[in-house]
């Protein structure tokens, strides 16, 4: 297990940028993946963006082109860098790391989009 935490969240107008990081509690180098999902109000989580340790990376569709994520192994930190947000992105915005069959969560942080 590893804990995270999400930081980096805030409020930000349409069209703005943020960047989120996840603090990691120990080395992310072997980590089998790690990620971003998302959860507006009244809704289900859903996946933002992930990277494997060997570098591959899968985005959600509704962020392809907007979001990026990376990693820096040896800061233990994750990133994911968010531009041209837009309202529908507001949501509690949660660190995902997957390791061995096992899932580790932060605590969210919220990201509201609005003018």
């Known amino acids: 297990q590893v804990q995270l935490v999400e930081s980096g969240g805030g409020l930000v107008q349409p069209g703005g940028s943020l960047r989120l990081s996840c603090s990691a509690s120990?080395?992310?180098?072997?980590?089998?993946?790690m990620g971003w999902y998302r959860q507006a109000a009244g809704k289900q989580r859903d996946l933002v963006a992930t990277?494997?340790?060997?570098?591959?990376?899968n985005y959600g569709d509704s962020v392809k082109g907007r979001f990026t994520i990376s990693r820096d192994n040896a800061k233990n930190t994750v990133f994911l860098q968010m531009n041209s947000l837009k309202p529908e992105d507001t949501a509690i915005y949660y660190c995902?790391?997957?390791?061995?069959?096992?899932?580790?969560w932060g605590q969210g942080t919220q990201v509201t989009v609005s003018s």
């Open positions: 120990r080395s992310i180098f072997s980590i089998n993946a």
């Open positions: 990277i494997t340790s060997g570098g591959g990376i």
């Open positions: 995902n790391a997957y390791h061995n069959g096992f899932y580790s």
